[in-house]
């Protein structure tokens, strides 16, 4: 398994997948766990995990876009242009930063959003699924 925390390590670590399907399994005000598989009936290979939540729009099952040139976009707080604070830090009243998901639409990408401390990747295999468990001991299939 490969740890981390940079979204410029993900995004070429997620770009090597045909695609990627995403699915939320976990969701609280303290954090969002997704799942990412090529085939779901085969169980996980990329397992994502936002902590401390501010604000998220998206579905709970959607196709990421990973030919985009960054799947996945970080914006820090300090540097969210007026508009952004105002949607996503509820007119500055949030805390967090900002990670733009880009997902494959029917005739664009669409993008969804998650205000969040933290982001971390696991990507557990390219070639084999382990099982659709939160926090187990990462045994394949």
């Given at each position: ?61 959607w ?17 969210m ?6 949607r ?54």
């Open positions: 398994m490969i740890r981390t925390d940079k979204i410029a390590e993900a995004n070429i670590m997620i770009k090597k997948f045909l695609w990627l399907d995403i699915y939320m399994i976990d969701f609280n005000e303290e954090a969002i766990i997704l799942f990412g598989t090529m085939d779901a009936s085969l169980g996980k290979q990329v397992e994502i995990i936002l902590k401390k939540i501010c604000y998220i729009d998206m579905p709970t099952m196709e990421l876009e990973v030919s985009s040139e960054n799947p996945i976009v970080f914006i820090p707080q300090d540097e242009n007026e508009n952004y604070k105002n996503f830090l509820d007119n500055h009243n949030g805390i967090g930063n900002l990670f733009v998901f880009s997902a494959e639409g029917v005739n664009k990408e669409i993008k969804y959003h998650i205000v969040a401390d933290s982001f971390e990747l696991h990507l557990l295999s390219y070639e084999s699924y382990f099982p659709w468990e939160i926090n187990n001991d990462i045994v394949p299939i």
